[in-house]
């Protein structure tokens, strides 16, 4: 699952592909962080190349309740694409391309 949608990166990079690679939620504080993971294309990210940046989201705590009762990664991409700028009409990758590693 990721969205896709060209953006200029933190370097001036454009970026393309964008999953979510960590959600932290601490129900006592009402807090819920969001790690996304952008890599310049699709192919780069099949072809298990490491993500041209990674930041943390912080979600208001308004928005808690948004993720208190349901799947929290389909709630973050849901979020993510209402509440970050550049996301509007973004598209979805709904495949799951979990890389796997030997072990």
């Known amino acids: 699952m990721a969205i896709i949608k060209k953006l200029k990166s933190g370097v001036g990079i454009d970026v393309s592909y964008h999953r979510v690679v960590h959600i932290n939620i601490n129900y006592?504080?009402?807090q819920v962080?969001?790690?996304l993971a952008s890599y310049i294309d699709l192919s780069k990210r099949i072809d298990n190349y490491r993500p041209l940046e990674v930041v943390?989201?912080?979600v208001p705590k308004e928005d808690f309740n948004i993720f208190k009762h349901n799947?929290?990664?389909?709630?973050a991409y849901e979020w993510l694409k209402v509440n970050v700028e550049g996301?509007?009409?973004s598209k979805d990758d709904l495949e799951n391309r979990e890389?796997?590693?030997?072990e």
Do not use: H, M, R, Y
């Open 71 to 75: 799947n929290l990664l389909k709630a």
């Open 99 to 102: 890389v796997k590693t030997d």
């Open 56 to 58: 943390d989201i912080e």
């Open 28 to 30: 006592q504080e009402k």
């Open 33 to 35: 962080n969001i790690g």
């Open 87 to 89: 996301f509007d009409k």
